[in-house]
């Protein structure tokens, strides 16, 4: 807040001697719009700052008072954190079930958005709003009839199971995420290409795919964030096979400061990388003109 | 050998019927226009043909073989869109060369192709770049140029040049008249702009409402238009039209004067006449000049005959002041009659 007040303080380099209570109010306007920017940027950057700092500190530094306000650069904790009985094998689940997740849902959900695109069919509209609606669900009130049913069916404790289920949560996004790419691809490039001697299947193909590729990769990669960053189906329908997200809340209480810290860091990187990686899309999800 | 036929085709968007039951032969290497206000069933006329759009009813014959089960790929046709529709992930050789990759034709034959329909075309200096790099009417050239290279039997074109401006579009139209010309394919080409119709077209088949009006040489339509439709929608101001009343046999009054017409037998006829079929006379129409419009080229003067509004077409050397009354007379082998009951003309 003191860094907001300072940045909006800073005088023009020309001041107006005679500003008129317009100027005026425009700039208390900005001044209002600056701290508004700053204080949410910090909202979310603060956390993930301290969380690098810790994760690049000795386990020593970091379970110590003060904290430091700069990272040492110590590959302590993260050494410990892989050395950690069980996390390996947590990260490998994560990253199996992810990878699960984000096949599953664009080979489910791109002909869905592909579908609601290109072809005119009745309920059209509901079936958009259902998509949405599958959201609406907590999957609080899921879990225990999943957990049962995958007991029943064997499903229980496996990556398949637990991918079965953030599909699920990611299939609305790929859905939308592809509905908007392909609407984006004028339907005059596919029937051209229908005239030039393509099947439907060869023009998807051929025109088709390579435009949309860039935003399938980044519908696939949200999909794998979804997947990676849930806890609550990952710790209820998984005992042995836990994933990383599921594995650190189950040590939560006995696990060291640092191991925390470390986890928390490795958790939070890929979903940052990747959602900065792929932001253009989905910005085009929810219709905002990316610039 | 590429005649089409089309034959009693009719096509309805749920409750809306766009087409009814059009027929039309059109000869091998003719120039079609399918001419008419935008919404009256063209491009759904256009898109049957191409297999973009399938008919309710009615068949399509193209050189003698029924064609409206099989897929655009199987009916020997190329098209020309009209927003140009060229890949964006393929360059201008690439996207030529489609069709013929489509094909599996040889390199070298697939070069070959390229390379003349590009020259024709004259883009040979762009084959490299992607169409991103290319102004709408290189865009279009492009279009034009991948659907010659197919060398198809027939060439459908909707609306190809509505996005270019006013003066390549001149440039064009000539250019492509040429082209297709040479090419010796049949050719069907949907504009709303008469003056591209008349200027491009082997013949016309004017439009309305989903049904084929008329359809004749460009002269024709223009001279003899076969319903009154026809006569308003072509030419530019567009014909006048006054009321006649039976004056006995086979003569007829308008405004008062007489004339000779047809011996129908109805009580009351259109009297049709082009604003520059009228020349001041001795004896003839008494018009009130309105509006009078100095175009260089002649004189538009806007007047009123008998209470309805009337056009004429006259001599840029004459002086007329609005208020002023004109005695017009109609060059008699250029006046029409229609029956206001069907529209249809009357001989
Ligand atoms: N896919 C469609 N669904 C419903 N109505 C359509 C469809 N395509 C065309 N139409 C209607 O059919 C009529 C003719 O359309 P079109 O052939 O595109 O006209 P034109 O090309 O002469 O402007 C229009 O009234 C249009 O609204
Ligand atoms: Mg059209």
């Known amino acids: 807040m003191s860094q907001a007040s300072m940045a909006a303080s800073v005088p023009d380099p ?108 009745r309920g059209k509209g509901t079936f958009r709003l259902l998509i949405l609606l599958t959201r609406a669900f907590p999957l609080p009130l899921l879990a225990l009839p999943l957990a049962v049913m995958f007991i029943r069916t064997g499903l229980d404790d496996t990556a398949l199971g637990l991918a079965l289920v953030h599909t699920t949560l990611a299939i609305p996004f790929s859905v939308l995420i592809t509905f908007s790419l392909f609407s984006g691809i004028p339907i005059e490039l596919e029937e051209a290409a229908w005239t030039l001697g393509c099947t439907r299947l060869t023009a998807f193909q051929k025109v088709v795919l390579p435009l949309i590729l860039p935003g399938i990769t980044a519908s696939a990669i949200f999909a794998f964030v979804i997947s990676w960053n849930e806890v609550f189906a990952a710790a209820v329908l998984t005992i042995e096979n836990r994933t990383l997200t599921a594995f650190l809340l189950q040590n939560l209480d006995t696990s060291p400061l640092h191991l925390k810290f470390a986890g928390g860091f490795i958790l939070v990187v890929p979903a940052l990388i990747f959602i900065f990686a792929v932001r253009k899309y989905l910005f085009a999800m929810w219709g905002i003109a990316n610039r | ?259 000779d017409g047809p011996t129908a037998d109805k009580p009351e006829l259109q009297f049709a006449i082009r604003p520059e079929d009228m020349q001041p006379a001795a004896e003839g129409l008494k018009a009130t000049a309105k509006v009078v419009e100095p175009l260089g080229a002649h004189l538009l003067v806007t007047c009123e005959i008998d209470g309805s509004l009337f056009r004429a077409v006259l001599d840029s050397d004459m002086t007329v002041r609005p208020g002023e009354v004109l005695t017009l007379a109609p060059q008699s082998n250029r006046v029409r009659w229609f029956d206001p009951e069907t529209t249809l003309a009357v001989a």
């Open chain 1, 14 to 121: 020309q001041p107006d001697p005679d500003a008129t209570p317009a100027t005026n109010t425009r700039s208390a306007g900005r001044f209002l719009y600056v701290s508004g920017v700053v204080l949410l940027c910090a909202w979310v950057i603060v956390p993930i700052y301290f969380l690098m700092i810790n994760t690049l500190s000795s386990p020593e530094t970091v379970n110590s008072f003060p904290k430091p306000f700069f990272p040492e650069f110590d590959l302590g904790s993260l050494t410990f954190f892989a050395g950690f009985a069980g996390m390996l094998s947590a990260l490998k689940n994560s990253v199996l079930v992810a990878g699960m997740t984000m096949v599953m849902s664009i080979v489910i959900g791109a002909p869905a958005g592909y579908a609601l695109s290109r072809f005119e069919f």
């Open chain 2, 1 to 259: 050998m590429a005649e089409i036929q089309i034959k009693n085709v009719a096509k309805t968007f749920g409750a809306y019927q766009a087409l009814h039951d059009i027929n039309l032969t059109i000869a091998d290497q003719e120039f079609m226009v399918l001419l008419g206000a935008s919404g009256c069933g063209k491009s759904t006329l256009l898109r049957i043909i191409a297999g973009l759009e399938t008919a309710t009813s009615g068949e399509v014959w193209i050189g003698g073989r029924r064609i409206d089960h099989l897929s655009p790929k199987d009916r020997g046709i190329a098209m020309v869109f009209q927003n140009y529709a060229v890949f964006p992930h393929l360059t201008v050789f690439e996207n030529i060369g489609f069709g013929l990759r489509m094909q599996k034709l040889p390199n070298d034959e697939v070069t070959r192709r390229v390379e003349r329909t590009a020259s024709l075309m004259h883009i040979d200096q762009l084959l490299k770049r992607y169409s991103g790099e290319l102004s709408g009417g290189q865009r279009q050239r492009v279009a034009v140029a991948r659907a010659l290279a197919m060398e198809p039997d027939v060439i459908l074109m909707d609306e190809p040049l509505s996005n270019l401006d006013a003066l390549l579009r001149m440039e064009m139209r000539a250019e492509l008249k040429g082209v297709l010309a040479e090419s010796k394919t049949t050719a069907i080409y949907v504009t709303h702009d008469q003056v591209e119709a008349m200027s491009m077209a082997d013949r016309i088949s004017v439009m309305h409402q989903g049904r084929i009006v008329q359809a004749a040489s460009p002269i024709e339509v223009y001279r003899n238009p076969s319903a009154e439709f026809v006569a308003s929608f072509i030419g530019n101001p567009p014909m006048n039209f006054l009321r006649a009343k039976p004056a006995g046999a086979g003569k007829w009054t308008v405004a008062g004067q007489l004339f």
